[in-house]
């Protein structure tokens, strides 16, 4: 809650922090390492949760779900982690919401013929609207 929260691709910041997401080549959960872009990076809920039915490969947005989720939604519900509610929310929330990141950030088309995952916002438009225009003559995307 009190994390301070750094933007950076240098590896010796990369290095210094706790916990590092969709940067720094590495997936290691033990270690706080939650990127997705190495070639050998093949995993989905259903691999990393075999309870679990999805099989559409996990963004990093996925893999902090995947270890986090439960826990953060049994302590904002104030519910047990492993209880119906949760699990309930939990698979909820990752069908309709958090699989359609996953597969958008790793190419992944919604469809050959039938649907391979449910398509319930434009979350990619709403995070590009917030980017300068083209012709916006202040291009810096760091100003908020």
């Known amino acids: 809650q009190d994390a301070e929260v750094v933007r950076t691709r240098d590896p010796q910041r990369v290095a210094q922090c706790d916990v590092v997401v969709d940067v720094g080549g590495e997936y290691d959960p033990e270690r706080h390492r939650y990127d997705h872009h190495q070639r050998s ?20 947005a996925g ?19 492993d209880g119906p509610v949760v699990t309930a929310l939990y698979d909820k929330l990752y069908e309709n919401f958090v699989e359609e990141i996953d597969a958008i950030d790793n190419g992944i088309a919604q469809a ?7 398509l319930t916002t434009t979350l990619s438009a709403r995070v590009g609207h917030l980017n300068p225009r083209w012709n916006d003559p202040d291009q810096d995307t760091e100003v908020g």
């Open 41 to 60: 990076f093949t995993q989905s809920m259903r691999s990393l949760r075999p309870d679990k039915p999805w099989t559409t490969k996990l963004s990093s």
């Open 63 to 81: 893999l902090v779900y995947c270890h986090f989720g439960s826990q953060i939604l049994a302590r904002l519900l104030g519910q047990p982690e």
């Open 112 to 118: 050959e013929g039938e649907p391979r995952y449910a």
